[in-house]
């Protein structure tokens, strides 16, 4: 599982072969550790709307060195750029430009970050042109940062002002560690609903949480950073990983249940088991999937139903069953392990990328069906993940497959793990039927 080429290329002497050789030079990422700076240097703030005092104030509440200059030379750690009132292309020369003289300054591992309006919401074409134009420039800007940096963007429903609970969750997210692998990606703050946590260090405080397949990879680690956050875990796998569940579990101090969710009574045993223990359930993480890849003239109804059965049908009749129950909370979060084969599709992988954009489409109706409510829905789409998953994947494509993203890397079990934790905090409930890319702007695919 370890990405060998990595450790070399930043070892001498093959670091100076790789860059007289032109070849991909991949960074080890900024990953978030307690207790260090949200960023690495100063924050610079570029705009001039009414709300970029707005977004300086939440910076500025953190203790961070918010700048709305540099001095030449200087260090930064990341920038934002407002552009929230945004009517015409012509008004995004002067950001996007102020920006590019800088940019150079930017500390290895450093954030661009900008905060605009969904295309969607605009009716003047030049508005939407304007609008639109920044989801290209920050894409291609993600695709020329080096050194384990990153750009992404906040999108604000046209009702949601830059001062909302949302704006801050997802800013922190960016801004710090946990957002190593998301790169090139919109985040959409739909609605100014959501709480900031009390504790900044435990945003999951009192909160339940379920994790289907929780035995190994992405669902353990999903499990350690939920419990990190402040969650109480309840740790769900098949009874033949029963052993390796009560591990995970027992590690958080959590409870372990052996379910498989394809069960007609998985819902019920779930639910029961949350309210008995913990009083209610909060959060509920569809992480259980299985691929069984073949090409479709090969695909037998096995493979076929299996996949569909665990990816999607038991995600569609847990959550039916969860939004019709009382035991489920009225502000609760529901997040769905998606995967970028679901956007782009996969060779091999018809059965597999069924399932997941399957998921999208779930997402996306059950948010609209909870349009108004405090809960949310939301998944996650992984890109390349060092997991057992992928370490079944022959040598040489699973070495183009970690190269062709702009990180140059695979991402981490923990990396979507921190998206998770995201989707599942208090302070995100105003992104509602989202999809979170966690995929170091996978260059392959949508
Ligand atoms: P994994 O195979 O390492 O772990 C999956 C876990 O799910 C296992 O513990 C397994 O026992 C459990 N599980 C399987 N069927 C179950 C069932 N019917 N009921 C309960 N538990 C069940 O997989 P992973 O790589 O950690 O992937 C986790 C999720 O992320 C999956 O949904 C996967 O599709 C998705 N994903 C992974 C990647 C990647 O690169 N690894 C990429 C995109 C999406």
């Not at 692998?181 to 900031?196: E, K, L």
């Not at 969650?231 to 052996?258: F, K, R, S, Y």
């Not at 190269?403 to 905090?425: H, N």
Request: hydrophobic share 45%; with cysteine.
């Amino acid at each position: 599982m370890a990405d060998t080429y990595l450790k070399l290329v930043n070892a001498q002497p093959l670091d100076r072969v790789a860059k007289a050789a032109g070849l991909p030079r991949p960074v080890p990422l900024r990953r978030y550790v307690s207790g260090e700076p949200l960023v690495p240097g100063p924050v610079l703030v570029l705009g001039s709307s009414p709300g970029t005092q707005a977004v300086a104030s939440i910076l500025l509440e953190w203790n961070l060195d918010v700048r709305r200059h540099l001095r030449p030379k200087e260090k930064f750690g990341a920038a934002v750029v407002i552009l929230d009132e945004l009517r015409d292309p012509a008004q995004l020369s002067g950001a996007f430009l102020e920006l590019g003289s800088v940019l150079r300054q930017l500390r290895p591992g450093g954030r661009v970050i900008t905060i605009s309006r969904p295309t969607a919401g605009a009716t003047a074409p030049q508005t939407a042109a304007a609008r639109h134009a920044v989801d290209g420039a920050l894409r291609s800007l993600a695709k020329e940062l080096r050194g384990g940096a990153t750009a992404n963007g906040i999108l604000l429903g046209d009702d949601v002002q830059t001062d909302a609970s949302g704006v801050g969750a997802a800013l922190e997210f960016l801004l710090s560690g946990k957002s190593a692998y998301v790169d090139g990606q919109f985040i959409t703050i739909g609605t100014s609903a959501g709480t900031q946590a009390r504790r900044r260090s435990a945003p999951l405080a009192g909160r339940t949480a379920v994790v289907t397949g929780a035995a190994r990879g992405i669902g353990a680690e999903i499990v350690r950073v939920l419990h990190r956050d402040g969650a109480h875990i309840i740790a769900v796998d098949v009874p033949a990983a029963g052993e390796q569940l009560a591990a995970v579990a027992n590690g958080v101090g959590g409870t372990a249940l052996q379910v498989d969710v394809t069960a007609p009574d998985a819902a019920g045993r779930i639910l029961r088991h949350a309210a008995t223990r913990y009083g209610s359930l909060d959060i509920m993480v569809h992480n259980a999937g299985i691929t069984r890849d073949r090409l479709l003239a090969n695909m037998d109804p096995a493979r076929w139903n299996s996949v569909l059965a665990v990816n999607l049908e038991s995600q569609l009749r847990i959550n039916e069953e969860l939004l019709a129950s009382g035991d489920f909370s009225s502000a609760g979060s529901i997040v769905c392990l998606a995967s970028t084969s679901g956007i782009a599709g996969n060779r091999g992988q018809t059965n597999y990328a069924a399932s997941k954009a399957g998921v999208i489409g779930m997402v996306r109706a059950t948010a609209d069906a909870l349009g108004g409510s405090a809960r949310s829905i939301n998944a996650v789409a992984p890109g390349f993940i060092e997991t057992d998953m992928t370490a079944k994947i022959p040598f040489a494509t699973r070495e183009v497959a970690r190269r062709l993203s702009s990180l140059q890397q695979g991402g981490l079990p923990v990396d979507v793990a921190e998206a998770v934790a995201f989707l599942a905090s208090a302070g995100s409930a105003g992104v509602n039927g989202q999809v979170l890319r966690v995929c170091g702007q996978n260059l392959v695919g949508a």
